[in-house]
């Protein structure tokens, strides 16, 4: 019903003019040695309540520190690594530095870290799940603090795989996020075959909210429709006090965006932590 209005998908606007397939030949070349060399590191951006502010923990987005070039956006980093087999190469490394990096800052505390997985990550296959337990033990990170942000496109492309890897996923712990909530097709169908804890509701719904009352109406029955299915609501492209605090009033449970805080290389975000 009210899902088969396409709002379209924002994350479109800021991307860069030209598109990722301008990548010359020695581009992926020049990716696999950033991610032997460390060029390739998560920032992350904070996540917080929306009742009182708190934070709950951090998303994990990619960068690729080019000493030619500069700081290179996630947009251009991952269909570079999804064409070129790179891609789950790029996941374990962001997996490893975002894990290390909360365990070695945050080792007492819930806090949690979410971690995006690509459509075209290697999901279905046994090793998936036994690197990620590994993982997190030698962490001494409970797999509860690792978020696992999925697209419903990623559901989509090994449906039968997907889903008992999913269910384990679960059942061991790991917490599944569906991002950008509300833009894919087929979105309830996926909620309410694949065992999510949170919704991640797409930036487009939540950047209109103020001003456009059909956002409005599709961000208050997402929310409401996760909170009967016993999920949490995640508002993403909070930019302003005033988008935050209809959230709040709305009973959303948390909030991320440029407003709280942007994504932060990890000393800054550390210094973000202690400044609050
Ligand atoms: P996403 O997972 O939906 O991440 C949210 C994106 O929105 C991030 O862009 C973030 O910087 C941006 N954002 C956060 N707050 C605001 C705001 O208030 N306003 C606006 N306009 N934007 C905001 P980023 O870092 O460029 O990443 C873009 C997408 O690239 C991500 O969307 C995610 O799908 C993908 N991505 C990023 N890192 C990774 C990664 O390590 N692995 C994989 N597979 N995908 C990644
Ligand atoms: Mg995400
Ligand atoms: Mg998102
Ligand atoms: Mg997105």
């Keep these: 019903l009210l899902l ?7 994350s479109t606007v800021d991307r860069p003019a030209q598109s990722p397939a301008h990548a010359a030949n020695g581009c992926a070349a020049a990716l696999r040695d950033a991610l032997a060399n460390n060029e390739v590191r998560p920032w992350f951006q904070p996540k917080v309540a929306c009742a009182d502010g708190r934070l709950v923990g ?11 070039r500069g700081v290179q956006p996630a947009d251009r980093i991952i269909p570079l690594a999804e064409d070129n087999g790179l891609i789950d190469t790029l996941t374990w490394s962001m997996l490893e530095q975002s894990l290390a990096w909360l365990s070695g800052n945050f080792p ?8 995006n997985l690509s459509a075209r990550s290697s999901l279905s296959t046994n090793t998936f799940m036994s690197g990620l337990v590994a993982l997190c033990e030698r962490h001494g990170v409970p797999p509860a603090r690792l978020a696992l942000e999925l697209t ?19 059942m061991r712990g790991f917490r599944l996020a569906i991002d950008d909530f509300g833009t894919g097709f087929s979105t309830l169908q996926q909620l309410l075959r ?21 956002s409005r109406a599709v961000i208050e029955s997402l929310v ?4 009967k299915l016993d999920l949490g609501c995640t508002a993403e492209g909070v930019e302003d006090q005033r988008t935050l605090d209809y ?19 990890g000393d800054e975000a550390l210094a973000w932590v202690a400044a609050r």
């Design 194 to 214: 694949l065992p999510f804890s949170e919704i991640k509701l797409d930036r487009s719904f939540v950047l209109q909210s103020t001003h456009d009352p059909a």
């Design 247 to 265: 959230l709040r009033e709305l009973g959303c449970d948390h909030a991320q965006g440029y407003h709280i805080a942007r994504p932060m290389p």
């Design 4 to 10: 088969s209005v396409d709002m379209g998908d924002a």
């Design 58 to 68: 951090f998303e994990a987005l990619v960068r690729w520190h080019d000493p030619v």
């Design 108 to 115: 007492d505390s819930d806090l949690h870290m979410a971690v």
């Design 224 to 227: 409401e429709l996760g909170h």
């Design 152 to 170: 419903e496109s990623h559901a989509m492309v090994d449906e039968r795989g997907s889903l008992s890897q999913l269910t384990r996923l679960r």
